[in-house]
């Protein structure tokens, strides 16, 4: 493979019932830097119907060039047709670096892409970095997140990598900005896997995601008990926030699994974390060690969570917890 074919970086751009999704204007963000590094143009890729509207929205976050892959086929997502058609951008535009977002249409159609066009795929990165040979450098958790592995594809365009929600930042939305909009003509072969769209049905979500929360009242096994979450949630409404857990305290049915923060469950970055019962496992910390402040209340004052907390209190957190509160309140 000649890969000095290969140049640009090219975002895959998720829209669901034609909302773009937050992962990838993130994306845009960390495509824009790596394509400014590297001195490429970087290109938003967004297969859908009727979404021509959403360009000036895309450059705004970063985008050169916007390609819109319009087709009816292509408003609801099936892995069949938009493999094809991203197999097909890929395949024109050559760029040397493609990213997807890890969520579930992500997860499906990188590796679909990436055995079609011959190339590798890094899945799940935590980080992307270039090289000083100007390899894109991708990491993410291995070994049951015990180590941070950073893969290289040196032989082989693109270099294709699916990327977390929530681990890389947006840019600051810019309307001044100007790119090209272009539409790719799309005809798309006969669905080999008949796959067909009967109805949607509405998931009853959270009504706010902990990964847009400033504040979090964090709570592990520690708390003991679905009751005595009571505690985190009088603190959180008191402050703001909003109550997440460890994967401890979701195998254990005290809070949704939309609600777990680490490595299989949400990246978050508030500006305050409280960590109360949670011991600091490297798979818990990976999704929270960006957070500005940290405050971890735990009895053992040997706990891993005091190596990351600024801020740590070593005690019961059902006598600790209740007193925070009322000095809050007294404010
Ligand atoms: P524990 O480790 O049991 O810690 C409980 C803590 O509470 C202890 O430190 C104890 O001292 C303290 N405590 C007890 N009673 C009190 C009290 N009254 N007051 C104050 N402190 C008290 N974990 C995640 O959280 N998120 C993930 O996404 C995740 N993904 C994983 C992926 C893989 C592949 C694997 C192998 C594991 C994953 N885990 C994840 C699990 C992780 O390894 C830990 O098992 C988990 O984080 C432990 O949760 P915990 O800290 O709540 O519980």
């Not at 074919?5 to 990838?24: A, D, H, P, T």
């Not at 993130?26 to 938003?44: F, N, P, Q």
């Not at 090289?131 to 365009?157: K, Q, W, Y």
């Amino acid at each position: 493979m000649d890969i000095s074919n290969y140049k640009g970086v090219l975002v895959f751009v998720e829209q669901r019932r034609g909302e773009i999704q937050n992962v990838s204007l993130e994306l845009l963000g960390k495509g824009r830097k790596i394509a400014d590094e590297l001195g490429v143009s970087l290109i938003a890729a967004i297969p859908g119907y009727k979404i021509n509207n959403s360009s000036n929205l895309l450059v705004a976050y970063g985008a050169d060039k916007v390609v819109i892959m319009d087709h009816e086929d292509l408003e609801t997502y099936t892995t069949e047709p938009y493999t094809q058609v991203m197999t097909e951008i890929i395949e024109r535009e050559k760029p040397e670096v493609v990213l997807f977002g890890a969520t579930s249409i992500g997860r499906d159609l990188a590796p679909r892409v990436s055995a079609r066009l011959g190339t590798g795929l890094t899945a799940d990165c935590t980080s992307l970095d270039i090289s000083e040979d100007r390899l894109l450098m991708m990491t993410r958790p291995a070994f049951g997140g015990n180590i941070m592995a950073t893969i290289v594809c040196p032989d082989h365009r693109p270099q294709m990598s699916t990327v977390r929600p929530g681990v890389m930042t947006k840019m600051e939305r810019d309307p001044s900005r100007t790119g090209d909009v272009v539409q790719m003509p799309v005809s798309l072969e006969k669905n080999p896997m008949c796959v067909e769209v009967l109805k949607f049905e509405q998931v009853m979500e959270a009504k706010q995601d902990i990964q847009d929360a400033k504040i979090l009242v964090s709570g592990g096994r520690g708390i003991g008990s679905k009751e005595n979450f009571e505690v985190l949630y009088d603190l959180s409404d008191t402050i703001g926030g909003m109550v997440s857990a460890s994967r401890a305290a979701v195998d254990s049915g005290w809070l949704d699994p939309s609600h777990q923060v680490g490595q299989t469950g949400k990246t978050v970055r508030p500006d305050l974390y409280f960590a109360c019962g949670i011991s600091g496992a490297i798979q818990h910390v990976a999704g929270m060690e960006e957070a500005e402040l940290i405050i971890a209340i735990n009895k053992d004052k040997g706990s891993k969570i005091f190596e990351v907390a600024d801020l740590g209190v070593v005690g019961d957190v059902h006598k600790i917890l209740p007193l925070v509160t009322e000095e809050i309140k007294k404010i």
